[in-house]
């Protein structure tokens, strides 16, 4: 079975601080990769993600992600946060047509 | 707005009721999913349903059941709820499920409280 896991619970930057959000996989075959977002009060959205091809992602708002095979990792980064980006970060994997297999979630706070 | 659709946002109840959370997914997509999000276990996937048919099961419990209707709509049934079942449930849709253009749209979620 797929297994995310989440390094940091909370995660707490000043404005302008680089960002990276760490994210390991558990599944060795071909891997799907996901971040989604959720902002105060509002749903999940797609972030990025990652199937096949450049291994460094590029999604909405400025937020990157490299996948690395070797790690089994798919981190999360912003070289600047904005106090806008404050909001719950969760990774999530899929393989073949297995469903989403999300991880733990990382609550950002991005103090002004 | 995700146009995914779901009521109530927020449901109090008490411990052995039966409660009835409902989806309406984005216009034309055939794909339900219902997850799960509570403090101690993260967001937990419970069920899939595409079409009226239901596609995989992860960790739902035996008093939870799901169904789609006909309308593409589908409910999420809590039975004989304990304690533990206080969570935020989940409501996803998509368009091409298990392909690489799939991308899941969550609605707002349903606030479940038992006391």
């Known amino acids: 079975a797929q297994s995310v896991s989440q390094h940091n619970h909370h995660v707490i930057l000043s404005e302008a601080a680089s960002l990276e959000l760490g994210c390991n996989y558990s599944?060795?075959?071909?891997?799907?990769l996901f971040w989604y977002v959720q902002y105060p009060g509002q749903h999940l959205q797609l972030l990025l993600k990652?199937?096949?091809?450049?291994?460094l992602v590029k999604g909405i708002k400025g937020f990157e992600a490299e996948f690395i095979k070797s790690k089994f990792s798919f981190n999360l980064r912003k070289p600047s946060v904005q106090w806008s980006d404050t909001a719950e970060y969760f990774c999530?994997?899929?393989?073949?047509?297995?469903?989403?297999?999300f991880g733990k979630g990382t609550m950002l706070l991005v103090s002004p | 707005d995700s146009g995914v659709t779901q009521t109530p946002k927020h449901l109090i109840t008490a411990t052995g009721q039966r409660v009835t959370l409902r989806c309406s997914p984005r216009?034309?997509?055939?794909?339900v999913y219902w997850y799960q999000q509570s403090l101690d276990q993260g967001l937990q996937f419970l069920i899939h349903?595409?079409?009226?048919?239901?596609?995989a099961k992860g960790n739902i419990l035996e008093r939870f059941s799901a169904q789609q209707f006909p309308d593409l709509h589908s409910e999420l049934n809590l039975s004989s709820l304990e304690l533990g079942d206080s969570a935020l449930y989940f409501c996803?849709?998509?368009?091409?499920?298990?392909?690489?253009?799939?991308?899941?749209?969550f609605g707002s979620g349903t606030q479940l409280s038992v006391l």
């Open positions: 349903y595409y079409n009226g048919e239901e596609r």
């Open positions: 599944y060795g075959g071909t891997v799907n």
């Open positions: 990652y199937f096949s091809g450049d291994p």
């Open positions: 999530a994997s899929s393989s073949g047509y297995s469903t989403l297999t």
């Open positions: 216009s034309g997509d055939l794909s």
């Open positions: 996803a849709s998509s368009a091409n499920p298990g392909t690489v253009n799939e991308k899941l749209f």
